[in-house]
DNA sequence: CGGATCGAC
DNA sequence: CTATGTCGATCCG
């Protein structure tokens, strides 16, 4: 249709500027984006890739549909009592928000490029490109003005670029380079988390806090001016550090701040190793990889570690710059209206609907500005597998020789690390790009190629015999070894702190444990798995996941006029307070009807308050969410306790890198360089945001066949904070917007926000701080049992319509195990 | 557990 | 001609 073209367009014009990525830099050598697109279609068009590339547009296109569809059949009641279950959880993680920590986050500029930049001046000021005619693993800045970008292969780099050289990859080369900078990273935090050879996290907190005591010597670096820099002084150019560091004869002494203390690390890599990089500074690890983007290449940016500054950063930040958001969550978070992180908030309602509740956690956090603090060593490798693409190979003979091949390679490798597994898979890919996978699982440990192969053999001919009279036309095959054993001790011990831990964050489920919600936290369920079989434990979760947890938690200020919201609160934590055991006699407010319960018990309470909800006589004017996502109040700050882990560095990975022939898509360079001009080349910067966003090799266009989607969602972009959520069968009532200032009853002091939401946090907040401590081992010490609630809630509520099958929703791993009453309540109050 | 899919580098 | 390789995680059946 042509006006969802249109609508397209803007929207992706509106999100091009607000990324401030949408000028085409004239009058610099390259291509504008018209002309990359459609070059790239016209080598594409027809291909086999392509095709299948259209095939899985299609398939992402009717989850989307599918999705629409489901939004479609819920109503409003659903919405609202999901909005109170969701505003419970965010009010958690509100609390648990951590800013004591230092999160830096380092990015090599175009690195293999860069490299090979450095070591052949013959490939200075030309556009160059590391990989080979099969696949591109990264740019210099210089190609990049043509389009030409990691992961595109090599073939249409040429086209886009007919002078660019495209240099193979020297991994050795690369891994020196690497470890020369992990070394100067591991003075600032020896815990350090490298990601790739380009990439780290660092946690600075311990060294700032050292440097701050530090005489001036201590900070104060030499410029080598050796032939290496012929050029003189490496930092002249740049105007933005200038200033800060004092600059001495040859001498420059670098503050004692945060931002000084990156200059100085990225003023170290420079000299040592004569490449730039980026950084990002942040109170998180989600945060700090979105900064280091912002300035690159060759700059830093650092989010200050308050809420306003977090909350300012990620306000029109586009879910897609996000680790974690790729391609496809992102398109089908578009078909709901969510670009930015701002309107993820804004329906974070409808998110937990629609989705699983690992990811609507996950939207959560991020559209809180949330992640993780720690850097937490990544465990025991899980499985290690071998692939290989070749032009096609349909003889029989040929592949199960192949397949041995593979099964030996792999076999040598599970050696070096002394490894032996249960599972065997093996992938195929046809000369159509469609991909196959087949698996089995034995009783005891295999290694060697030979056992090995004997598994895998079986597959392939499996697959073999299934196509017969036809031939499989591979284009690629691989072989994984997986499921490997626990290692013995250790991993019991781990077993069973894991196990109490749960427990423990299934009880509290305060801010505690809650700091761990990030990514990386959220899984390791694997002790469990020992335990029970694995039905049971899918069994187990479902059972508890949703339903059962709901009645009391949907008492929830977020539902109130904050004066009300501030006597029922108050109240009932006086309640608390005298009640000793929950299910006896208490008496509630409900937050709906805001009249008392009288001395009930919790189910009756909650029997109540679902009435309430549900029925028709709800309180039309309560005040559903105002959608700010501004700042407010300073809170909370918790204990600076320090993680010190072993060091540890993906060695496995880049070791593996190393051998194969071109992987690693550099996919982390690209990306804006409007904002602020790079300093030497490369200016321009063709839009996309390139580290993600497909990789940019189609246009979008020639994808989006039915993208009339965009059009049938009734969803409303929100103009202002105060707008409705969004529209429903049944739509939503307006929502009240809160005008004048409001002053916390508590400390008396005015909240800079109108966002009724973070208010009532802060409130809470205050009014809860002494409390919950005790709160909290009061509800380790009592153990619930599980009460009669799951039955009681089974009786009525919901069940129906909606509940079908939303993108997952297991109650995945750790978490909500079966919440007694009393634990509810604990939660509520937090 | 098996298979497909997503996402990152 | 010519569209990677390796790993972890999630979700669904």
């Not at 150019?237 to 200059?263: C, D, R, W, Y």
């Not at 895998?456 to 015999?465: S, V």
């Not at 006589?617 to 204990?639: G, L, P, Q, W, Y």
């Not at 051998?659 to 602020?676: F, M, P, Q, R």
């Amino acid at each position: 249709m042509h006006s969802t073209k249109e609508k397209n367009d803007n929207n992706k014009d509106d999100l091009l500027l607000r990324m401030g990525l949408n000028d085409n830099k004239a009058g610099m050598e390259g291509l504008d984006k018209e002309k990359i697109n459609k070059i790239i279609m016209e080598a594409t068009r027809g291909s086999k890739f392509y095709g299948n590339e259209l095939k899985k547009e299609k398939q992402v296109n009717q989850r989307i549909e599918n999705m629409m569809q489901q939004k479609a059949q819920i109503t409003s009641q659903q919405l609202r009592k999901a909005q109170l279950q969701v505003d419970r959880f965010a009010m958690e993680l509100e609390q648990s928000r951590d800013l004591n920590n230092t999160i830096v986050h380092i990015d090599m500029d175009a690195f293999y490029a860069a490299v090979e930049m450095r070591d052949n001046p013959e490939l200075k000021d030309k556009p160059i490109a590391v990989g080979s005619m099969m696949m591109l693993s990264t740019s210099n800045y210089y190609a990049r003005r043509f389009g030409v970008r990691a992961a595109m292969p090599g073939f249409i780099a040429k086209r886009l670029c007919p002078q660019l050289t495209i240099v193979p990859p020297n991994f050795d080369k690369y891994q020196a380079v690497s470890r020369e900078v992990k070394e100067i990273l591991a003075d600032y935090d020896p815990n350090f988390m490298a990601m790739s050879l380009d990439e780290a996290y660092l946690n600075i907190t311990k060294h700032l806090q050292e440097r701050q005591n530090w005489p001036e010597d201590k900070r104060k670096y030499f410029i080598k001016t050796g032939n290496s820099l012929e050029n003189g002084n490496p930092f002249q150019a740049n105007s933005e550090e200038q200033n800060n560091p004092q600059i001495l004869q040859n001498a420059i002494v670098f503050g004692t701040s945060a931002e000084e203390a990156v200059k100085e690390i990225r003023f170290r890599i420079e000299q040592k190793t004569t490449l730039t990089a980026s950084a990002g500074i942040a109170p998180n690890t989600m945060l700090a990889k979105v900064c280091s983007d912002k300035n690159k290449p060759n700059g830093q940016y650092q989010i200050l570690p308050n809420r306003e500054a977090v909350m300012d950063f990620i306000k029109d930040l586009p879910i897609r710059k996000v680790s974690g958001i790729g391609k496809v969550t992102e398109k089908m978070l578009k078909a709901l209206g969510i670009i930015t992180c701002t309107e993820l908030y804004q329906q974070r309602a409808l998110l937990s609907l629609l989705f699983s509740e690992t990811s609507w956690h996950h939207f959560l956090h991020i559209s809180l500005g949330l992640g993780s603090t720690l850097l937490a060593r990544d465990g025991d490798r899980k499985s290690m597998s071998v692939e290989r693409t070749f032009s096609e190979m349909s003889k029989a003979e040929e592949q199960y020789s192949l397949c041995q091949e593979l099964c030996s390679e792999l076999a040598q490798d599970l050696q070096k690390e002394g490894l032996k597994g249960r599972t065997v898979t093996i992938k195929l890919k046809n000369v159509n790009f469609e991909v196959k996978t087949r698996a089995s699982t034995v009783s005891s440990v295999v290694s060697t190629a030979e056992e090995i192969f004997a598994i895998a053999k079986d597959l392939l001919r499996t697959e073999i015999d299934a196509d017969f009279p036809h031939p499989l036309r591979l284009r690629l095959m691989g072989v994984r070894l997986s499921s490997f054993p626990n290692e013995d001790k250790k991993q019991q011990q781990r077993s069973i702190i894991g196990f109490l831990q749960a427990g423990n964050q299934a009880l509290s489920a305060t801010g505690h444990m809650l700091e761990k919600t990030d990514k990386d936290q959220f899984l390791k369920p694997l002790e469990m798995s020992q335990k029970k079989s694995f039905f049971d434990k899918k069994r187990s979760e479902r059972k508890w996941s949703q339903q059962d947890t709901f009645k009391c938690e949907a008492v929830d200020t977020q539902s109130l006029q904050t004066s009300d919201s501030f006597q029922v609160l108050k109240k009932m934590n006086e309640n608390l307070e005298t009640s000793e055991n929950s299910n006896k006699s208490q008496i509630f407010t409900c937050p709906s009807c805001f009249r008392e319960q009288g001395s009930i018990s919790l189910e009756a309470f909650n029997k109540h308050v679902d009435a309430c909800l549900d029925g028709p006589s709800i309180n039309e004017d309560r005040k559903m969410f105002s959608c700010s996502h501004a700042s407010s109040t300073e809170v909370n700050r918790k204990e600076n306790v320090h993680h010190s882990f072993s060091l540890h560095e993906k060695q496995d990975y880049e070791t593996h890198q190393k051998h194969s022939g071109i992987n690693s898509v550099d996919c982390a360079e690209l990306v804006e360089t409007k904002g602020n001009p790079p300093k030497a080349e490369s200016v321009g910067a063709l839009s996309d945001k390139h580290s993600k966003e497909e990789c940019a090799v189609f246009p979008r266009e020639s994808f989006n066949t039915e993208q009339h989607y965009q059009n049938s969602f009734s969803t409303v972009l929100l103009e202002d904070m105060g707008s409705s959520q969004q529209e429903s069968p049944q739509p939503y009532l307006p929502e009240v917007i809160i005008t004048q200032a409001l002053v916390c009853p508590i400390c008396n002091l005015e909240q800079k926000t109108s966002d009724l939401t973070l208010f009532n946090m802060h409130v809470d907040i205050c009014l809860n701080k002494g409390i919950i401590q005790e709160l909290r081992k009061d509800s380790l010490a009592n153990q619930p049992t599980k009460s009669t609630k799951s039955t009681d809630t089974s009786g009525q509520v919901q069940k129906t319509a909606t509940k079908t099958k939303r993108p997952g929703m297991h109650s995945s791993s750790k978490k909500v195990k079966p919440n007694s009453p009393r634990h509810t309540l604990d939660i509520f109050f937090k």
